[in-house]
C-alpha cells in the first residue's frame, strides 16, 4: 500500500508532535485582538457631535424600521390584524406612559401571542 500522505504533513514521520497549548495561545490572542479592536478604532470617534446625535436618534429609527417591515403585509381589513395592533398599542401606551422599553416590549409581546394563540387562532 502506498504511503499517501505528504511529508510535510505526516508530523509523526518527522518525529514532531504539533503542539495542542500552542494552537490554542494563537486561537486566544487572534480572538481577543479581533473582539479589541472595534473598541480601539471607535475610541475617538465618541466625542464626535456626529456619533451623539446618532446614538440618540438611531434607536428610534430602527424601530420605526421594524415596525414598518413587520406590519407590511398586515391585511387590515381582517380580523387576524386585531393581535398585531392590539400589540402595537400596547406596546407604545406602556413605553409613553412608562418609559421602560423591556417592559413595553414584553407586554406587546405577551399580548401579541396571548390574542393570536387564543382568540385568534386558526
Do not use: K
Not at 518527522?14 to 471607535?42: C, H, K, Q, Y
Not at 403585509?73 to 390584524?81: G, K, M, N, V
Amino acid at each position: 500500500m502506498p504511503d499517501t500522505v505528504p511529508q510535510a504533513l505526516d508530523f509523526a514521520r518527522a518525529g514532531e508532535t504539533p503542539s495542542p497549548i500552542a494552537a490554542v495561545a494563537v486561537s486566544a490572542a487572534v480572538t481577543w485582538v479581533l473582539r479589541a479592536l472595534p473598541f480601539a478604532v471607535l475610541a475617538p470617534l465618541r466625542a464626535s457631535g456626529t456619533v451623539q446625535y446618532l446614538s440618540t436618534r438611531m434607536p428610534v429609527g430602527v424601530m420605526v424600521i421594524l415596525v414598518a417591515y413587520c406590519l407590511r403585509d398586515l391585511p387590515l381589513t381582517e380580523a387576524r390584524a386585531t393581535a398585531p395592533l392590539a400589540a402595537l398599542a400596547v406596546t407604545i401606551g406602556l413605553h409613553l406612559w412608562r418609559r421602560n422599553a423591556l417592559l413595553s416590549i414584553l407586554s406587546g409581546t405577551t399580548v401579541h401571542v396571548i390574542l393570536a394563540s387564543t382568540l385568534f387562532a386558526g
